[in-house]
């Protein structure tokens, strides 16, 4: 009876938030307000013919003559040397006209949270704007990214998700393994409104005291037939000194991880929690460190494991763009964030403090530690960069600030302007991560026959100009075309 009691008001907390979310939809304007589609999907024939398009092949650079390229069922049939003649006639198919335009592999974002945020930033988060991830989903299709890495499982619940009409490819994760009270704790608690911290906090994470006596609870998350992998926290800088995974327990998580035949995605805070990370055999760093900077023994190190680095280099950038005003949004990022929320972006710093002051990111720790958290990001994908370190393009989308899909295009120009060469950067969003991402189900990151048809037509050739990057006309992901509706 007693030991009931604890569920009945969790079953009453979760029933009572769901009841506000519905009242907010009928007497919310914002939530209820029509929103009109992004993307329109074409053609239901099985096999598509892309005509006269010139293809970008993303290893060498090269791009080829206008030629023809056949999908079949989603699969990349053939990418012919000469234009097929007209005379050649294939059953059911529909044509795409690519003249001037080029064909190349959609882009991947590795690190992203659907569920989250829409970008909005916490100073005007409120549980009467819930996140639409059936938009969300559809803005990243828009934006070309078509394969997304989940850092966590998405917190909402279903009737809340909006009618889904596409979605890109979710590589997916389960509950994250994080020490008591750890990261993302503190920070789902300073940017999430009460009650719905208390909900999404325990949707998201298993908190350890102690790995061994509850190694059964990881075990389970691994015996999830349907996550690719474990995602493990270890870092107590948000906010500095939060509790943290001790490195027996990281170790554990990452062997376990391991003997599931599952890679380890480990999120670092510090140069320290990288090299402890690598050195545990963690597969993927979801973040490059924020707190300090390398030594260029350490990328020496790092550079001979076969680690690789999630660039995010926007996880703080809520901050620049709320509270310094230091760059643009792009017109992508415009185009696909709330009105709201660009209204909430032109707040004055004053204003902002005036509405957002929270114990778990005080005004110093954002005045004056992240300004060197986002210094010290840039310094480090530059060594890792340098040192010859794998880097993937990844956001983080889902905290606040990063809009769905035009965040991996932002995140392709930041990195352009830290002087890494732009097909290099190309490569960090379709090549790398498809070689990491693929297996006998699903191969992609290249346009060739026999792969997987994820990929976009754009406008001219984005390795002269990337912003050519946003100018989607068509998207071909998990066997459906798209249009966009600009
Ligand atoms: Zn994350």
Redesign the pocket.
Known sequence: MFARAPLVLLISLVAAIVALFVLAESVCPHVAQHLEPLVLKISTQPAVMVRHVRVLDVNSGQLSLPSDVLIENGIIEAVYAEPVPSSVQIEDCAIVDGAGGVLMPALTDF?M?IGFSDGEPPWTASIFHPVNSAREKESYIYAGVTTVVE??VSPLPGILSGRETASPYIVRTGKQVTARGGHPHPMIDALIPWPMNKYVGGKLTVQLEDFVAQEETVRAILKDGSIHHLKIIYDNAIPTGSPKLDLDSLKLAVGLAHSYGKPAYV?VGSVKDVMDAVRAGADVL?HVPFVDTFSHEQIKELAKSRAVFVTTSQIWSWTSLGFDKNRELTDLEKKLMPERTYEAFTDSWAEVFKNFRSPYLPKEYLRETVPLFIRNIDTNIRLLYEGGVTLVAGT?T??PGLVPGASLQYELRHLISLDIPVAEVLRSATVTPGKLLSDSDRAFGEVKSGNNAELILVRDNPLEDVSRLESISYIFTQGRVYQRFD
């Open positions: 690190h949270h850092g966590s999120h979801m983080d889902g905290v």
